[in-house]
């Protein structure tokens, strides 16, 4: 079965930082890994994806992901943090059932950042 | 576009009780998943459906648990009797087709509280 781990329950940065919420994932084939993130009280929200192609994926809110072949990695990036990014972040790898798509999710890293 | 709808947002009841959670998901999306989300940890996905189908209900309490989609619209998930491990934030979302990685468009979810 395919599988993600984000190692850190909790990531903290200051406004204006560089920020990496990290991400390894164990697959059989290529991997299709996903980055997704849940604000208070809310559903879990699109950032951005990787299927084939540049190992640099960028997606919404000036977020960015770094594929890692070799690493088997998929850390999130952005180059400068704000407030209003604190929340839960989870990476997600697509399985297949049947032939039909479906995800599994890491446990998610909480980014805290600061004014 | 609207996003996914569920209710309620919020549910408290007694163990061994019975409770309903509704979604309607975003029109024309053939995909239809519920996740169940214990506090600390990711989305589980609970069952999925393409269309009025199931395609994957493995990890599904099936002693206590149901679901459908009729007409390959909205959906409903039943739990009865009710436990309190049970307790937990239920997601739906949508994707577009099952069948290729689309992205997914999650609800606000429904909150659960066991007593």
């Known amino acids: 079965a395919q599988s993600v781990a984000q190692p850190e329950d909790q990531v903290n940065v200051a406004e204006g930082n560089p920020l990496t919420v990290k991400c390894t994932y164990s697959v059989s084939g290529n991997p299709y890994l996903f980055w997704y993130v849940q604000y208070p009280n809310r559903g879990l929200q699109f950032l951005l994806k990787y299927i084939t192609g540049d190992n640099l994926v960028k997606g919404s809110y000036g977020f960015e992901a770094e594929f890692n072949k070799s690493q088997t990695s998929f850390h999130l990036k952005k180059p400068s943090a704000l407030v209003s990014d604190s929340a839960l972040y989870f990476c997600a790898v697509r399985d297949r059932v049947r032939g039909y798509s479906t995800l599994t999710f890491g446990k998610g890293t909480m980014l805290l950042v600061s004014p | ?115």
């Open chain 2, 1 to 115: 576009e609207a996003g996914v709808a569920q209710s309620p947002r919020y549910k408290i009841i007694e163990k061994r009780q019975s409770v309903a959670f509704w979604c309607n998901p975003i029109s024309g999306h053939a995909t239809l998943y519920w996740y169940q989300q214990i506090l600390g940890q990711g989305p589980k996905l609970l069952i999925q459906f393409q269309n009025n189908g199931v395609v994957d209900d493995s990890q599904l309490p099936k002693d206590r648990f149901s679901a459908e989609r009729l007409k390959g619209v909205d959906s409903t998930l039943k739990i009865q009797p009710a436990k309190l491990e049970d307790s937990a934030v239920y997601l739906c979302a949508s994707s577009l087709d099952g069948t290729e990685s689309y992205e997914q468009y999650f609800g606000p979810g429904t909150r659960l509280t066991v007593t």
